[in-house]
């Protein structure tokens, strides 16, 4: 009997564990086909998986608005929100598996590079096509920036639709530093440097011991393109990237006199002790530490929330955003954010339809998109007036939103929750000064060289300015270990 | 009564196949974790094969799967790379001093522990010593990069921003202006050395602590009785106790010795990168943001017989001086 126990026992072990690997290793996924047409027939997704990466957390409610949104639409909306710091090798991986999501929220690094390997589902006819009200309420000028031209004769095409404006970086002064030097805002170089140098005495002074004139959260933002979006006052007219010139032709920013230029101007601050001593290994938050402590005169930062977030949390602090110095031509927009849908998608007409363009509707879509559900993360009042809650996990915060950023939305709709003067006065300043970066180019060569170039690029640009290089080195030193890559990238462009 | 030799009794041992019907049950409760080890060691072992391939993003979305016409041109790249040369060379020697810092250390450290009377005191120290364990590389990187701060400002003047290290170096006239530690390339290696000791010593000698309370306190008395003193005891007892362990630890953690990536990751920066960038650093940077599938396999395959040779010339250097290793 006991025999017959232990037998029955382990063989009954031996096939859940068999058949519960078996059930682990199968297939579970299905109905993706790969690939769809670009037609405007669609029929209604009966569910759709997203990876989102910048809404708000699942404990401050996110899946409440996908709940509400399958209640408004009748669809499910999955969404998978992966750790930050680990999102897009989450995304990578994705697609190396053969298994991304039906719609992902991809950076401007990364779309073009997944646009390129035809990883993407082109959206051109679609957004031509659609008759959704956003197309009357948009900002165009957003959705050509996310344009792009694989190179397979195709031209211009639309891979990912923005989710937001695509921002960047102002530089933010501080009123009453600038007021005790008797200065107003600088608007050229001279200007600038200048205030930079009042800021200085600040610390020589006593009057604010350690003042640090300038600060930014590096040199060259060669995570993320456009590699110059800080600091634009000293790159002004160089281009530490490849760009296309007028005659059509490729050409190499970086080894251009332009860029010694610009390096010359940062070395030179830098020396002053101009430039916060840290700006090599800055990270966004330690800058804003520092701001927040009250010892930083100008910090160059995004444009928009920060505004009053950076005043707010700097006891005595009242900040101005300056508007770009006359030789930088202007600040840098970044290429927006896009919702791209994949190829791995079996109805992507739909999801465009019902998701993309459902989310930028001026009306309950975008509200919902923007500003969450109504009674968790907002609510109308008696008198009608509409206010945000706060948020579930930190009661002392207004929520900002779901999905969108209601400062950045690339719509023009009655958002019925007004936005703080000072963030829609600092992005009037930047819209009124910028440009937009164009898609970063993209080819197998780029791809091979890229990650290579990228170090000896921030090698040189750190160490000219530490004074570790002289200018002529910096550039000596770029010009003959890039060489090749250079070399390559370009014959590749233009041939 | 019969008298059984027992010296020349031999046992028959059943052939196999009788043996394994014998105990064909056990067989079969040993069948789920045979079909586990394939699965999740032996399957993903097949994706070497991509280290012998073109194999991009574009391959796998086109449908048209890895090229192996590539070869071993994956591996040539490698070797005629500066970037990965130089990466290869700095993990060589960022881990060979780690390792043998932390064996020194770890040992030496669980020693003084075990020199503790009190017991409240030895579990007060060995709390105090493990917590930096628990902290994440990210929160350990912005400790350090303040306590070493050299200030904000670049002309080394103003010198009431600069960390405490720095503070107390000027206090003591060791040096004259502020050293930006993370910055400098001669003093980034030996600082990530004692970041790396004050993260790990503490977890590190919890092996070695259970390996000396397995040492005979009969040991320690009779060294008492010969005039030992606590210095010799240490030497001639503790000490040779402890080498089956802190070999065996050495060669595990020799199989590790190319997978430095965090601690790395979150502490460098361009002023260092010909110093500190190593192969984790280096194949972050080529395949997850270039997405090249192939290269990094290669890197990774490289990676792994590199460790494994490692791991058996150590073992087998361990059993040519001692008599025994681990494998």
Redesign the interface.
Known sequence: MKKKL??LT??G??AV??FG?AAC?GNGGGGSN?GGSASLEYSKPDSIKMTFDTCMTPENGVNDVCAKYEELTGIKLELEKPDH?KY??KI?LS??S?NPSDVIEMGS?YYP??A????LWDMTDAWENTTAHCKEIIDESYVDALKMDVRDGSGMRLYGFPTVAGNGTITYVREDWLKDAGMDLPTDYDGFIKMLRAFKER??NGKT????PL?AAGL?NNGETPYDIYLREFYQDAIPDFYQKEDGTWADGFSEPEMAAALTRFREA????L????V??NKTS?CRD?FNSG?VGAFNYWAGMWDAKLEDNTPGATLLPMPAIKETGGYTERVPTALVIT?NCSNPVGVFEDLIMYSHDGGEGQMLFTRGVEGEHYEVKEDGTTVALKYLEDPTKDVEKSFYAPELSITKWDDPIKLDPRVENSLEVFRSNRKFATVPVVS?VI??S???L??IK??V???VI?G?LTVDEGMEKYNKEAAPYVEAILADLNG | MAKVNVDTLVVKKPPLGVRMYKYR??Y??A??VV??LL?FYYWPMLGIRYAFSTY???H????QGPDYSTGIGNFQKLFT?R?FLDAFRNTVILSFWNLVFATVFTVIVALLINEIQAEWGKKFVQTVLYLPHFLSW?VVA?IF?LIL??????????T??VGFINAVFLKLGIISKPV?F??EKSTWRPAWYIIQRWKETGWGTIIYLAALSGISPDLYEAAEIDGAGRLKQTWYITLPSLMNTILIVFILNLAKILNVFESVFVLY???V??VS?VIQTYTY??G??????GYSTAIGLFKSVISLFLVTGADYVAKRIRGYGIV
């Open positions: 232990i037998r382990s063989m072990l031996a564990m068999t690997l290793t790969g710091a897009y090798e990578t697609f190396a053969g690094t590079e997944n390129n390997n035809g990883a610390g020589s011991p350690g003042a640090i600060t060259l830098f020396a002053e002790g430039i916060d001593g840290e090599v290994t330690t520092k010892l190829n197998d791809s091979d890229l990650a290579n990228n170090v921030g090698e640009c750190a160490n530490h570790n | 049950y056990f079969l409760m069948l789920p079909i586990l699965i991009k993003l574009k796998i979305t086109s449908g790379d970037f990210v912005s990069t701060s050299a200030g904000s400002d670049a002309t080394g003047v103003d009431s921003t930006s993370l910055t920066n361009e002023l990168y010909s960038d940077r080529k997850i943001q270039g997405n090249d599938y």
